[in-house]
């Protein structure tokens, strides 16, 4: 069964950048598209960024566009999200996920399966 492991979150000032990554066992992500979503206490959980795993455009939420950046190591079957100027908004648990649905449902949490165990990431001075 796919086991999805995230790492790389912490604590950060303003400002500052982190590398998330999200390992994948048991299975690949090959075929799937593959996403990052978060979630910080008391609210839902929230789409980040998308994008399939061979390859495309990614879709990114209009909070982090232009800030985040999704890519992967296919052959390390990794998936990374690489968060640049850091804000006190982000902080959040940051969680991988996979699904197989089409595009326009990529930001739909209940879309997905296999999800990580989620990583910490706070921004704060």
């Known amino acids: 069964q796919a086991q999805l492991v995230e790492s790389g979150g912490g604590l950060v000032q303003p400002g500052g950048s982190l590398r998330l990554s999200c390992a994948a066992s048991?299975?690949?992500?090959?075929?799937?598209?593959v996403g990052w979503f978060r979630q910080a206490p008391g609210k839902e959980r929230e789409f980040v960024a998308a994008?399939?795993?061979?390859?495309?455009?990614?879709l990114y939420a209009d909070s982090v566009k232009g800030r985040f950046t999704i890519s992967s190591d296919n052959a390390k079957n990794t998936l990374f999200l690489q968060m640049d100027s850091l804000k006190p908004e982000d902080t959040a648990i940051y969680f991988c996920?996979?699904?197989?649905?089409?595009?326009?449902?990529?930001?739909?949490?209940?879309?997905?399966?296999?999800w990580g165990q989620g990583t910490q990431v706070t921004v704060s001075s």
């Open positions: 996920a996979r699904t197989r649905v089409i595009r326009s449902s990529w930001h739909e949490v209940g879309q997905y399966n296999y």
């Open positions: 048991g299975s690949t992500f090959s075929g799937y598209t």
């Open positions: 994008r399939r795993w061979s390859g495309g455009y990614p």
